[in-house]
């Protein structure tokens, strides 16, 4: 993504509703299927390390990212237990985690050699945790500064981490109340900021930010209990069959 979005995820992943929401959301789904205590995690993609510091609540966690100013914040924020590295080429030994994670990072890859490695690098039965942004007709602009390559839709991502190994064990969309909103938003800017999009992450009010982050977790209930049919991303748990 664009070098200044790393600044802007260092100042506001422990703030904002949305990535408050979607870490707290992974992890309480993950729970449910973790057997083993104090786990080995490897956080793929880890960005500016709040990720890294809510899963070594559970278990021993790592994190990679290819890019120098994610690693630079992790080591502002206190995490050295991070370094450069690719998603397809991590340069771990096989069956060296019980755990993986990859929070908005499937799509900047090349996911087939990602997934192929991913299972590669995780022991047998062990846990893959996935969230993506959903829907090809979500794509604006956003996508663009993200230096995403793609959106996926429930039945893609199931297709392709079928072709690699894993059982899925839970998956959902995820935002259903933001898919609108979303839509509207992103087109709109798009079409005024082509070259200067701003970030989508403000926290414009407290307040707006205090009730959203309440909506999605009223809205992991559902998530939980059915699957929702849309949204602006997708959650997955899925198990190493290797």
């Known amino acids: 993504m664009q070098k200044y979005l790393y600044e802007d995820l260092y100042k506001l992943e422990d703030k904002h509703w949305w990535h408050i929401s979607k870490r707290r959301n992974a992890i309480l789904l993950l729970k449910n299927f973790i057997s083993k205590q104090k786990p080995n995690i490897l956080d793929i993609g880890c960005g500016t390390g709040k990720n890294i510091e809510e899963l070594s609540k559970?278990?021993?966690?790592?994190?990679?990212?290819?890019?120098?100013?994610?690693?630079?914040y992790c080591h502002k924020r206190g995490i050295?237990?991070?370094?450069?590295?690719?998603?397809?080429?991590?340069?771990?030994?096989?069956?060296?985690?019980?755990?993986?994670?990859m929070f908005d990072l499937l799509e900047h890859t090349n996911d087939k050699k990602t997934l192929k490695e991913t299972s590669r690098i995780l022991k047998p039965n062990g846990l893959l945790v996935i969230t993506v942004p959903a829907f090809e007709s979500l794509w604006s602009q956003w996508d663009v500064v993200l230096h995403h390559k793609r959106r996926y839709r429930k039945q893609t991502l199931i297709s392709i981490l079928k072709k690699n190994n894993f059982n899925i064990l839970k998956i959902s969309y995820m935002y259903s109340f933001l898919f609108l909103p979303a839509y509207l938003i992103r087109k709109f800017k798009s079409k005024i900021s082509k070259k200067n999009y701003s970030s989508d992450f403000k926290i414009n009010s407290p307040i707006i930010n205090k009730f959203m982050l309440n909506l999605s977790i009223l809205e992991m209930y559902f998530i939980k209990s059915s699957i929702l049919p849309f949204g602006t991303s997708i959650i997955c748990i899925a198990k190493n069959e290797k």
Request: aromatic residues 8%; glycine residues 8%; charged residues 20%.
């Open 58 to 72: 559970i278990g021993k966690t790592t994190g990679i990212d290819n890019s120098k100013d994610a690693i630079f």
């Open 80 to 101: 050295k237990n991070v370094s450069i590295a690719n998603a397809d080429s991590t340069g771990f030994k096989s069956n060296s985690f019980d755990i993986v994670t």
